[in-house]
């Protein structure tokens, strides 16, 4: 074997060692083998006075660069075995960590939100109308003429002063055409009272939300549009809406809108009580009697409202089955929500 | 209203399956459900009659009934109370399979043999009614599929007509509409009366003394009718419509209603104690005895029928039990008359009714069809109850009412509802809908008279709409509006709240606004609340004026359910008495109570307190960008005489926070402490900082410094914090509380208080010099000031 030979030898079963050595004690050990006094290499550099020139100029070279890199590598090979901390086994990393209290949403201000910010981002302002309201407002000048049957649908509250809970958000509608002039568009949200009985999918208290947009050239297929856009939104991409006719005094046609339902895409299932679909919200063309309270000129614009209780929604999302636990404030049920 | 499909198919002969008509009429603005049942739900169901009825030897509620089916008697365990002897009853018999479900079989109950069920109505999926069994009229024949009997086979349009269209509220109405929507043509003409040549008016004559109350009276004799039940094809037409069968005269006066809308009254002509009909309003002071036996005071709110000396019916709400039609009775006055939709609303509030009549009044009744309907009724009377009609009918129509007449300017409704609608289209549906048109350009529409709610041009696009379809009409496809909507800080700051508190761990609930009022007064004695006049119950009686009261209602029902960790907040309105409308401030109301953090196997958590508390306050303060917060002392009712404080941000107060008052949490029936704060979000929004301004890193290092003293216990962290800061020059950074000791060897009365002072100049490294002679100054000045003295 040529010296050549015998370092290209030492050369790789040295590398070999080094790289599986699991210990600095290892490595040390091979330090010494190889590059200690009495080391392998070691041995081969003492040795090149012997050889020729040539061969001294060409293993010299060789033997040297060796002893550098292998010097190294042992170094490198020993700081990265001395960082690796052993897996103490009798950590138990399996215990808990320290509870963070994170606090929940209200259903109903979630679905809120969530329905709200819907309009916000198709350019509708927030406004917002007294709890406590006049009958002029929730009433009057929204054409429910005294005494008229339109009324008890709406089962009121009393309070003293001759005012009234109002019985839904609509009533922001005058008190926000008083202020401002065409276009408006406004989404208002509020807690609206009923006086009827409370049972599971009654509740004395609730929220609405009420939208309308008045302009020069509103139309009902401009209404259709926007509830077809939020629903997408709120329930689902595609899912189709009906349009049925029905009465609120202050639109004028007015309409009902039931919802495929998003459960089972409109199949039948005990959540759209197998109709396939669920009544989602009422809405319909500003009455022009409206815009007459309001001081606008029926002629000259057109506009559209539309309305939808926030618990309902909470209910039918969240499969809520009693809407009295939205006001019960139980923390096991609060915590459900996020 | 209930209305039988078959009904509806036979007059307009259309050919839709009653699903199709109901999908229809709903898309059309008369919505509603289809009833119907599945006929093997009602399989070995038959009519059967209890001949005897035994107690149960071995159990008190119940009895064993022997059931006669005609062919067979069925021994039956029967629990209901009503069950008596003679009825004629359904019996489900072994095989039957009630609501698909519940399967009927032999059985023994204690001891005694049972062949089958005698059913309620909720055992048979009609209703929810469990009160006790069904008894069907004497004279049903036995062993009868009770799914015929009870004309189960024919499905029934339960339908929700609006309050506008009074016209939908009669088979004839609904007929015009399935017409319109299927394009056919129906007659609603019946044929006239035989009359005998006895001239109605010399029997009666009608006097109106109010026209604008009662604008229209008719009246017909009917002569020596036989009193009896009506034939089975109309009592099976009412009961599906929800009217119980009388006898064949009311059910007449009751079928001719649901037919054409018209009430109508058959007077026992006998009883009516006169010969003359006068239509007046009562007079404070009188009574009157309806046909139910109950006796009204009433006054001139009430329109009444009156025989010129005595009242005898309530107009348009309810007839007298002095001239109702007995078994006896011989000769009908029958009544046919419109009355005032608003007076007739007076009356039957005032009265304390809905009757059938008054509801169809009370929308408006066609003026135009009061002939028509006494003609059909009187026809009806000659034909099922043998009467004979005299001729004529006696008609006061002293306040005649036109037909409306209207403009309609076609391009208003493509204008209103963004599709185009050809003229020929538009004139076909309002055509179609009983409306005659003239005029080329500008329509000329004369509305007919059933059709009360049409006054206005929108009022007929709302019918080309309905007619022509709402889903027919072309979504929109463009976000039309302003560009630009301005975001307000009032609905932002909700959004940050409750972001905040949800990240410090409180979950968010939600109040009902109401109080009851002897815990609200508890609560907050010096606010008179809002009364509701009409509450509920006594829990509603109030509006709230504290948001507290709702954070310990809640507090409570969850401690009570042992959810002992509470951390609620609420942002809601209070409602404050003030001149001609309320004042609504909105509130931001937490609540703590039981453990600071949860259980955690490092370290136990710790009883909550006014630290938590504070914490949080400043947390929000910090969040919502109104700097710090401090608590001032400052009683408020509803917190602890030892703990109540107001919330001070800067120089504004923006709410109150404490520990919530003892004797309150006993009232609430809460046995922990609870702290609360109330924060007034206007407040909030008014003491922000506004525009965030960036301020420069540090360039130089700081110096810290620790200082601990001894002072007097009654000295707080708050004073000497205080003259720390007074005496810090410009170079001191921040002043923090780390330690509070009492005991060891520090004497009773005192304390030991730490601080950590940090020092630091903006242009320069401070020389250890320059801090420790800032440092000795506040040194002296802390033990001039309070006495305080170095701790070794």
């Known amino acids: 074997m040529t010296v050549i030979e015998q370092l290209q030898r030492i050369e790789s079963e040295a590398t070999d060692r080094v790289s599986s050595a699991k210990t600095v004690e290892e490595l040390e050990a091979l330090r010494i083998a190889y590059l200690g006094k009495k080391g392998e290499l070691t041995s081969i550099l003492r040795g090149l006075k012997e050889l020729s020139a040539d061969e001294k100029r060409e293993v010299g070279g060789k033997a040297n660069q060796f002893k550098a890199d292998l010097e190294t590598r042992i170094k490198d090979k020993k700081e990265q075995l001395a960082d690796e901390v052993a897996i103490d086994p009798a950590f138990d990393y399996t215990l808990p960590g320290r509870p963070i209290r994170i606090g929940h949403r209200n259903p109903v201000t979630l679905v809120m939100d969530q329905i709200v910010g819907i309009f916000q981002r198709m350019g509708f302002e927030i406004a917002t109308g007294p709890d406590i309201e006049k009958d002029y407002y929730n009433f009057e000048a929204l054409n429910f003429p005294p005494d008229h049957p339109a009324r008890d649908e709406q089962d009121t509250f009393y309070v003293e002063g001759g005012l009234l809970l109002r019985t839904h958000t609509s009533g922001v509608q005058v008190r926000e055409f008083e202020k401002r002039k065409p276009p408006v568009k406004i989404i208002a949200p509020g807690r609206v009272f009923r006086n009827e009985a409370v049972d599971a999918g009654h509740f004395c208290v609730f929220h609405q939300v009420e939208g309308f947009y008045v302009d020069t050239e509103v139309t009902f297929g401009d209404l259709k549009g926007v509830l077809e856009a939020f629903c997408y ?46 009544e989602i919200l009422g809405c319909g063309m500003i009455d022009p009697e409206v815009f007459k309270a309001a001081g ?37 049920f609060i915590k459900q929500f996020r | 209203m209930k209305i039988p499909y078959s009904w509806l198919q036979e007059i307009t002969g259309v050919s839709w399956s009653a699903d199709v008509m109901m999908d229809r009429l709903s898309r059309s603005g008369t919505g509603g459900n289809l009833e119907r049942y599945d006929p093997a739900h009602f399989a070995n169901v038959v009519t059967g009659k209890i001949v005897k009825l035994e107690p149960h030897p071995n159990a008190d509620k119940l009895r064993v009934a022997q059931v006669d089916t005609g062919k067979k008697t069925w021994s039956v365990i029967c629990g209901a ?50 009160s006790g069994i069904m008894v069907f009229d004497d004279s049903t024949p036995l062993n009868q599929p009770v799914f015929d009997v009870l004309g189960l086979g024919d499905p029934v349009l339960d339908l ?28 609603l003409t019946k044929d006239a009366p035989k009359e005998s040549s006895e001239k109605a008016s010399d029997y009666i004559s009608v006097k109106i003394d109010d026209a604008d109350a009662c604008p229209r009276y008719a009246a017909r004799i009917i002569r020596n009718v036989k009193i009896g039940p009506s034939p089975e094809w109309m009592q099976k037409r009412l009961t599906a419509c929800g009217v119980r069968p009388i006898n064949n005269i009311v059910d007449i006066g009751n079928y001719v209603m649901l037919e054409t809308n018209q009430p109508l009254h058959a007077f026992d002509y006998d009883r009516f104690g006169s010969k003359e009909v006068v239509v007046r309003r009562a007079k404070k002071g009188d009574t009157f005895t309806t046909l139910d036996g ?85 026809a009806l009377m000659a034909e099922l109850a043998g009467g004979e009609v005299l001729a004529g009918v006696v008609d006061t129509y002293a306040k005649k009412i036109e037909k409306a007449k209207v403009t309609l300017r076609p391009e208003r409704v493509c204008k209103l509802l963004g599709v185009e609608i050809d003229r020929e289209t538009i004139k076909k549906i309002l055509t179609g809908l009983g409306m005659e048109i003239s005029g080329d350009g500008v329509f000329a529409v004369t509305v007919p008279t059933w059709r009360p709610d049409i006054t206005r041009e929108v009022d007929l696009i709302e019918e ?18 302003p560009l630009y909507t301005p975001t307000h800080r009032r609905d932002t700051i909700r959004a940050d709240l409750r972001n905040i508190l949800n990240g410090f761990g409180f979950d968010e609930m939600m109040g009902t606004g109401f109080a009851k009022p002897k815990m609200m007064l508890l609560l907050e004695p010096s606010i008179e609340p809002i009364k509701v006049t009409n509450p509920i119950s006594d829990d509603f009686g109030y509006m709230r004026t504290r948001m507290l009261y709702s954070m310990l209602i809640a507090a409570s029902h969850n401690i009570r359910h042992r959810n002992l960790d509470v951390r609620l907040f609420e942002i809601g309105k209070v409602y404050l008495r003030h001149e001609d409308m309320p004042l609504e401030p909105e509130y931001c109301g937490l609540i703590l109570s039981g453990k600071t953090g949860e259980m955690f196997w490092k370290d136990a958590p710790v009883d909550t307190d006014l630290f938590e508390l504070k914490g949080a306050l400043d947390g929000i303060a910090d969040g919502v960008g109104i700097g710090t917060v401090e608590l001032v002392l400052d009683k408020k009712s509803g917190y602890d005489s030892s703990g109540s404080y107001k919330v001070v941000c800067g120089d504004k107060t923006i709410g109150w926070a404490g520990k919530v008052d003892r004797k309150l949490l006993k009232t609430f029936d809460i046995k922990q402490d609870c702290y609360a704060a109330e924060l007034q979000i206007a407040e909030m929004i008014r003491a922000e900082k506004g525009v965030v301004l960036f301020e420069s890193l540090p360039k130089f290092p700081s110096s810290t410094r620790d200082i601990a003293i001894i002072v007097d216990k009654s000295v707080t962290s708050g004073m000497l914090k205080k003259v720390i800061i007074e005496n810090g020059g410009d170079i001191l950074d921040s002043v923090t509380v780390f330690d509070v000791f009492t005991g060891g060897n520090i004497s009773e009365d005192k304390k030991s208080l730490a601080f950590s002072l940090i020092f630091r100049s903006s242009d320069k490294t401070l020389a250890d010099n320059e801090v420790d002679a800032v440092h000795q100054r506040i040194i002296k000045a802390l033990e001039t000031s309070y006495q305080a003295r170095l701790r070794e």
């Not at chain 1, 926030?310 to 969240?318: D, G, H, S, T």
């Not at chain 2, 039957?96 to 048979?124: P, W, Y």
């Not at chain 2, 506008?164 to 007659?187: F, H, M, T, W, Y």
């Open chain 2, 294 to 378: 109950k006796k009204h005071d009433i006054d001139s709110d009430i329109l009444m029928i009156t025989n010129g000396k005595q009242h005898v019916a309530t107009a348009g709400v309810m007839g007298g039990l002095d001239s109702e039609v007995e078994d006896d009775t011989v000769n009908i006055l029958l009544e046919s008359a419109h009355f005032n939709a608003s007076v007739i609303r007076k009356s039957r509030n005032k009265l304390g009714y809905n009757t059938e009549a008054s509801f169809r009044f009370e929308r408006g009744v066609d003026p135009g069809g009061v002939i028509a309907a006494a003609d059909r009724a009187a």
């Open chain 2, 464 to 481: 080309v709409a309905r007619i022509y379809g709402l889903d027919n009409i072309p979504n929109g496809k463009n976000n039309k509006g």
């Open chain 2, 81 to 130: 109370p009503n069950a008596e002897v003679g009825q004629i009853v359904p019996l489900a018999l072994p095989g039957a399979k009630l609501k698909g479900e519940f399967e009927i079989k032999e059985m023994t109950m204690r001891g005694v043999q049972s062949s089958g069920m005698i059913c309620a109505e909720d055992e048979l999926g009609l209703s929810d009614d469990h």
């Open chain 1, 296 to 332: 606008y000129n029926p002629d000259e614009v057109t506009g559209y409202a539309f309305g939808l209780g926030i618990e309902r929604v909470a209910c039918l999302k969240y499969r809520i089955n009693d809407i009295r636990l939205l006001y019960e404030n139980d923390t096991r």
């Open chain 1, 233 to 278: 939104e709120l329930f689902g991409e595609g899912l189709k809406l009906k349009f049925r006719p029905s009465f609120f005094p202050f639109t004028e046609p007015s309409a009902e809108v039931d919802v495929q339902c998003f459960l089972c895409g409109g199949k039948g299932c005990p959540l759209c009580k197998y109709e396939g679909w669920i």
């Open chain 2, 160 to 187: 929700e007509v609006t309050p506008n269209r009074p016209d939908s509220l009669c088979a004839n109405g609904l007929a015009r509409e399935i017409s319109v929507l299927a394009d056919i043509q129906i007659d």
